[in-house]
């Protein structure tokens, strides 16, 4: 029964002058679709998104400011908290950097044995990546079985380096322990075990209508927009460049690897997921290969507890799952750092986001936010 | 054409999603009933620190070098160095021992310094308390931790360790047991800044 009431408006007719106006909406910080805690102030048209700006800064820890407190050894485990996710190529990043400053001559098992973890964590981070973009797309299935397959990852990371989250695994030199008896065995039959199970997510997702339609053609990032902002990882091979710091600078051993680059086309969502799917495959490869190579010797070149880098600065770049991560150390010959700046890929990719967004509804920002992988902490460190 | 091209890709992809998924649905189950059952942990996990002591005595095995305490990142180790009054050994050994649990990071630092077995880090996970303040571990209550881990010395035996652990390059110059500071340059010692930090 209808109960007139004064305060119901009246009805608009036709002759009525609507006037629209811009209004705010913010998503975040608390936010399941932002992965962390991330503000995103969306300026809004209606439904279509006009301008985005990131807030960032919630998770700041100063961890740069942290590392002239730390000497080198110890400032080991802070590097693997800029990037959880993949904690290893944190790790090897800041291994490479200090390596350079103090010209370090790292045994050829311990590179190999880096490259095997590197890869599995880049495996580990893009299925977190590919579960939680499905999830936020709707899909809950390939949620869980991403996380079924990372678990086995995770399990041979502790049963090397006894942590599941927060490796701390390698040192100075080298590797901080080498690998138990059965890792060669168990990694083995897991990247046999990988290869159907991509295939799985990829007959769930890849071709799928609705996820066509979420992701095919949205957020487009062209080329020249992603050089201009300097976006780096599987974001910008989506755009279609070829640039992967595992090739164009090898470090560590990956000059003995044999791995292709995917790339995409049009730099749309579906693009940049396209090639973190692909890339799962290479790293798979990759692994594979260097279990075959894994040549004996030490672990670890000697480098004492009292590590003295000579004065100087060095600045040293790996490709992390994100994109490139690097670290640029001056050294005043004590045993801290004079000063660490860090390049995380998350921060810098997010710049684009604003490109990216802008024009689209604001059920997609969801969709182009995941396919960037942001890791909060990465952004803010 | 175009259109019923489209209409059966969509048709068939999404059967084949489901297909996909319908195949895992006789599978056991991968996950456990936590409280009822527990994943066996890994031998090299890293849980909860405890100190080691000699199976044939009792005692511990830490001759309160400092190493540990000086190399761990998070400064949450804190200890105070005792002698033995027998004047044939003078075995040191550490009069406090504690280990903040609220700020160790589990990286394992200390049990790779340290050269006597003395501190190790346990697949022992299950440490939740309703009181802060008993995160704080003191010595007593780490060695009865430790007293069921097995662990292989990794170092020469402690009898010999004793007379001259000193010659190791790693470890630390002998220090006067009165004034273990001093000895230290003050940018080096980590553990120096514990109590700002």
């Known amino acids: 029964m209808m109960v007139d009431s004064p305060d119901r408006p009246e009805p608009l007719t036709g002759d009525r002058n609507l006037e629209t106006e811009e209004f705010v909406v913010n998503m975040g910080p608390q936010h399941p679709s932002t992965h962390g805690v991330c503000r995103l102030i969306l300026t809004m048209d209606g439904e279509v998104i006009k301008k985005v700006v990131p807030d960032i800064g919630f998770l700041h820890r100063s961890i740069e400011k942290i590392a002239e407190n730390r000497t080198y050894h110890q400032f080991m485990i802070y590097t693997d908290r800029i990037d959880y996710v993949s904690s290893m190529n944190a790790n090897h990043a800041w291994c490479v950097a200090v390596e350079k400053l103090a010209g370090i001559e790292v045994p050829e098992r311990a590179e190999y044995l880096r490259v095997i973890m590197a890869e599995l964590n880049r495996i580990a981070s893009h299925l977190v990546f590919l579960a939680s973009f499905a999830i936020d797309l709707g899909a809950v299935t390939p949620f869980l079985y991403a996380f079924r397959e990372r678990e086995r990852i995770v399990d041979l990371f502790e049963m090397t380096c006894g942590q599941r989250l927060t490796y701390n695994y390698m040192r100075i030199g080298g590797v901080s322990k080498d690998v138990p008896k059965d890792f060669v065995s168990e990694t083995k039959k897991f990247c046999s075990y990988l290869y159907p199970r991509v295939d799985e997510y990829e007959a769930i997702l890849t071709e799928n209508p609705i996820f066509l339609g979420r992701t095919k053609g949205i957020g487009l990032l062209d080329l020249p927009t992603a050089i201009n902002y300097s976006v780096s990882g599987p974001p910008l091979r989506g755009s279609g460049l070829k640039w992967d710091i595992r090739k164009d600078e090898p470090y560590s051993a990956y000059e003995k690897f044999d791995f292709d680059i995917p790339t995409g086309e049009n730099g749309d969502t579906w693009d940049r997921y396209k090639v973190r799917i692909e890339e799962m495959r290479q790293s798979a490869r990759i692994v594979e290969q260097a279990l075959e190579g894994l040549p004996e010797g030490g672990i670890k070149a000697k480098v004492p507890a009292r590590f003295r880098p000579p004065q100087g600065e060095a600045f040293a770049r790996i490709e992390a799952p994100r994109g490139e991560m690097a670290y640029f150390i001056v050294s005043d010959g004590s045993t801290k750092p004079y000063r660490v700046k860090i390049r995380t890929a998350s921060f810098c990719n997010l710049q684009a986001l604003p490109v990216m967004a802008r024009g689209w509804k604001i059920a997609d920002i969801v969709a182009i936010f995941g396919s960037l992988d942001i890791i909060l902490p990465e952004v803010d460190r | ?197």
Not at chain 2, 59 to 67: E, F, I, Q
Not at chain 2, 114 to 123: E, R, S, Y
Request: proline share 10%; with cysteine.
């Open chain 2, 1 to 197: 054409m175009r259109a019923a091209r489209q209409v059966w890709s969509g048709v068939y992809n999404l059967v084949l999603g489901l297909v996909t998924v319908f195949k895992h649905l006789g599978h056991k189950a991968i996950t456990l009933q936590y409280p009822d059952e527990r994943m066996p942990m890994f031998e090299r996990s890293r849980g909860v620190v405890v100190l080691l002591s000699d199976p044939e005595t009792g005692k511990l095995n830490c001759t309160a070098c400092m190493v540990c305490a000086r190399i761990c990142p998070v400064y949450a180790i804190d200890l105070e160095r005792s002698e033995e009054p027998d004047p044939e050994t003078k075995k040191r050994y550490p009069v406090k021992f504690e280990i903040d649990n609220t700020t160790c990071a589990f990286c394992g630092l200390c049990e790779e310094a340290c050269n006597f077995d003395a501190i190790k880090l346990t697949g022992k996970y299950e440490f939740s308390v309703y009181d802060q303040k008993t995160l704080l571990y003191d010595r007593d209550f780490l060695q009865e931790l430790g007293r069921d881990v097995p662990y292989e010395k990794k170092k020469k035996p402690l009898p010999k360790a004793k007379a001259a652990p000193k010659a190791d390059p790693t470890s630390p110059k002998p220090e006067e047991p009165a004034s273990p500071k001093p000895e230290e340059s003050p940018e080096e010692s980590p553990g120096e800044d514990k109590p700002e930090a």
